[in-house]
């Protein structure tokens, strides 16, 4: 069965620093990965999705690679601003199981003013 | 494009009594939905899978019959929680797989319900 880890579970920096999520998957057999950002009582937005054949995607200030072989997936985001403050999700898409994203528990991000 | 809107955001019930939330994509057709159950501060959980014009597929632990899944169209899937009880207070969000989106999965706004 696979399952996804997030670390650190929380992280605060101060504006402007570089946030580095880091996530794990235990098995490598996935479709794709995708990372999200959820607000409080709020639901998912998605931010990027890296499919098995990529490396990397970028979207502006966030950067996520895959790492199959190692089972890790890690979304960068550059130059942090207050409106970054969030919890972020990774969730893997395995090939044998359509449709069942398993989601790792997230990393709440403060980023202080 | 790839919008999944839900309704109602929050709602608060009285034990025993039935709530339905709906999920509808705006501008894409979703075969199959998905519906997702969240605690606070824990990720989410998939219920179950919903399938246009067929029953639903329920995770394991999941009732069937408290949480009746109806996927009517290609737009529409609709979440019944059933003779509602406070444990199952808690946060409800839907999914679709969007093609376009390599196959990625885009979320509703998510639903809280409070039984009381």
């Known amino acids: 069965k696979q399952e996804v880890t997030q670390i650190p579970a929380a992280l605060s920096v101060p504006e402007g620093e570089n946030l580095v999520l880091n996530c794990s998957f235990t098995?490598?057999?996935?479709?794709?990965l995708q990372w999200f950002r959820q607000d409080p009582g709020k639901g998912l937005t998605s931010l990027l999705l890296?499919?098995?054949?990529?490396r990397e995607q970028t979207s502006g200030r966030l950067n996520a690679s895959l790492d199959k072989s190692s089972g890790r997936s890690t979304l960068y985001i550059a130059a942090s601003q207050p409106g970054d403050s969030a919890t972020y999700l990774c969730?893997?898409?395995?090939?044998?199981?359509?449709?069942?994203?398993?989601f790792g528990a997230g990393t709440q991000v403060v980023v202080t003013p | 494009g790839a919008v999944v809107s839900q309704h109602p955001s929050r709602v608060i019930c009285k034990s025993g009594t039935s709530v339905k939330i709906e999920c509808r994509s705006l501008?894409?057709?979703?075969?199959?939905m998905f519906w997702y159950r969240q605690f606070p501060k824990q990720s989410l959980m998939l219920m179950a899978t919903?399938?246009?014009?067929?029953?639903?597929?329920?995770e394991q632990g999941v009732e069937k019959d408290k949480f009746l899944i109806n996927h009517a169209s290609l737009t529409l899937s609709t979440l019944t929680v059933t003779s509602a009880h406070p444990e199952d207070s808690s946060f409800y969000i839907c999914?679709?797989?969007?093609?376009?989106?390599?196959?990625?999965?885009?979320f509703g706004s998510g639903t809280r319900l409070t039984v009381v």
């Open positions: 919903s399938n246009e014009g067929s029953k639903a597929t329920y």
């Open positions: 969730a893997a898409d395995a090939t044998d199981s359509w449709g069942k994203l398993q």
């Open positions: 098995d490598s057999a996935i479709y794709n």
């Open positions: 890296i499919q098995s054949s990529q």
């Open positions: 999914s679709a797989r969007f093609v376009t989106l390599n196959y990625g999965y885009t």
């Open positions: 501008d894409f057709q979703a075969t199959t």
